[in-house]
Each structure stands twice: as C-alpha cells, then as structure tokens.
C-alpha cells in the first residue's frame, strides 16, 4: 500500500543531495518558530532551521502561521552579511521557488505570496533581519503547505502541493533543491529580478487592486508591475506611484 504521510525530516539526507554547503541543519519536532528561534539565537553562520510543526508560526503583516505536524515545510535560512538585504530579496526568492517547483498555474501575487490559480495560496515567506555588531543577519523564513490536514481552517483561501499535483512530495528532497536554489542566489549575490520574467508570473499585472497599509488605511488603483527595487508600481489616476510595503487584494469589478 502506498503511504500518503509525509516522510520524517532528515539533515543527513537533506545535506547529501545538496550543491551548498551549510554550517548546520536544525531540525525540530515541534517549536514556536522557526524565525524565532534563529533570531533569537542570533549567531552568525549558515544554518537552516526547520520544524515538523510550529505553534507560534509568524506570518506577513503580524499574522500567524498555521503550521500543523507533518504537513508542510516550515523552515528558516539564516544568511549574514555586512548589508541589510535588499528590497528585492523576497520576491528574487519567490520567483525562484515558482521556477523551482515547476507547477503549472503557479503564480506570484506581490510581494512574495506563491499562488496558484491566482488565488489560493501555496506559500508565503517572511524574511526578518538583526544586526549583530558590523553584521546583519538576515532569516528568511518560507512556509509551504505540502499536504495539509483536511480541516485546515485559516482566513484565506489555500491550496497545498499535494491538491495541485496530486503528488506526495519527498519533503528531504524538496528541502535540498529549494535550498540550493535561494543558496545560488545569495552565494552570487544575485538579486536583480528580470522584468520579463516577473510579467510571467505577476497575477497582479493589469488588475484592479486595493492595497492595504498596516495603519489600516488603503489605496485603490491598477497594478503595472514592479520598479526595478521590487517596489508595486500602482496607476492611480493618470499617476503611476510606487510602494514598498502594504498587503494586495484584487478588486472585484
Ligand atoms: C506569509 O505570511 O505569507 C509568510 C509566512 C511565513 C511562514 C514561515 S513558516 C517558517 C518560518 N517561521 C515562521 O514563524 N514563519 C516562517
């Protein structure tokens, strides 16, 4: 019979089907967070930190973050340099965990939610940063739901890897290759987002939206893309003004 659970996490399997290196790979059965745990640590060195279930998952925008056991990847790569990241970093990573994943109907909703059929969501990041000393280091925390618990109640529409593809995804395997993709990026420092490729996935472009600021005040106006500093650039009238911050919904016209 096959098995639909969800394998145990392992560092030692993790690490051998690995490009990258790092200096370590924490894996925990149940902590509050996983953000939180490398923040609180605040060493500086190359390490990933994953749980098998968080109970204090922190999301965007002050929200949580479910994180049931053995249901998702619920894991945190701790970088360090003597630079705050750049505005880019999130949605650099986001591309490259759609292009990584390989799914069809996969899309990216500004700035770095993963949705598929532009309106369920897949996965979602929240990349925190602490200065140590000359140093800043920089956690990028990525929640991806792999196979959810079918009761899995929380205040947006979802989707999980497992309902889109049908497929019960190795998460070892997953963890390696989504790793060694955000790795190829900061090893190269390469945080420049081609405009091209970001059209392709930007179910946002064109669309009437609402973005919510988090004094909870909001703007309405039509989405036209990024600036080349990861910023949403909105048309507001016959205006086209950029923001860095704030939460999209699309406006039902
Ligand atoms: C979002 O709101 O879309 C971001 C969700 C980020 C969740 C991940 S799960 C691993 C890491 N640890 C946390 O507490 N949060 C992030």
């Known amino acids: 019979m096959i098995s639909l659970n969800l394998e145990p996490l392992n560092a030692q399997i993790i690490r051998d089907q690995m490009k990258y290196q790092l200096d370590d790979i ?10 939180q745990f490398l923040l609180d640590q605040g060493l500086l060195k190359k390490q990933v930190c994953l749980a098998n279930s968080q109970s204090n998952g922190k999301g965007r925008q002050g929200k949580g973050w479910l994180s049931p056991p053995n249901s998702g990847l619920w894991l945190s790569l701790q970088w360090f340099e ?31 939610d993963i949705v598929w059929k532009e309106r369920y969501k897949l996965a979602g990041f929240l990349i925190e940063t602490k200065q140590i000393g000359k140093q800043w280091q920089w956690v990028i925390g990525l929640g991806l739901n792999v196979k959810m618990p079918e009761n899995h109640q929380v205040n947006q529409l979802w989707t999980d890897l497992y ?19 955000f790795l190829e990026i900061l090893e190269n420092k ?35 893309g990024i600036s ?9 009238g016959s205006e086209i003004k950029t923001f860095m911050s704030g939460d999209v919904t699309v406006r039902l016209t």
């Open 228 to 236: 080349e500093h990861g910023a949403l650039k909105l048309q507001i």
């Open 190 to 224: 390469n945080f420049q987002i081609d405009p091209k490729i970001w059209k392709k996935y930007d179910i946002l472009f064109q669309k009437p939206v609402i973005l919510h600021f988090s004094n909870q005040s909001s703007l309405e106006g039509v989405a036209m």
């Open 163 to 181: 309902r889109i593809s049908g497929k019960i995804f190795d998460r070892n395997k997953l963890t390696a290759q989504i790793l060694d993709s």
């Open 82 to 112: 003597n630079i705050p990241p750049p505005s880019t970093l999130g949605l650099k990573l986001a591309l490259t965990l759609v292009e990584t994943l390989s799914i069809s109907n996969l899309g990216i909703k500004w700035s770095n």
């Open 26 to 35: 924490l894996i925990f059965e149940n902590i509050p967070s996983t953000n």
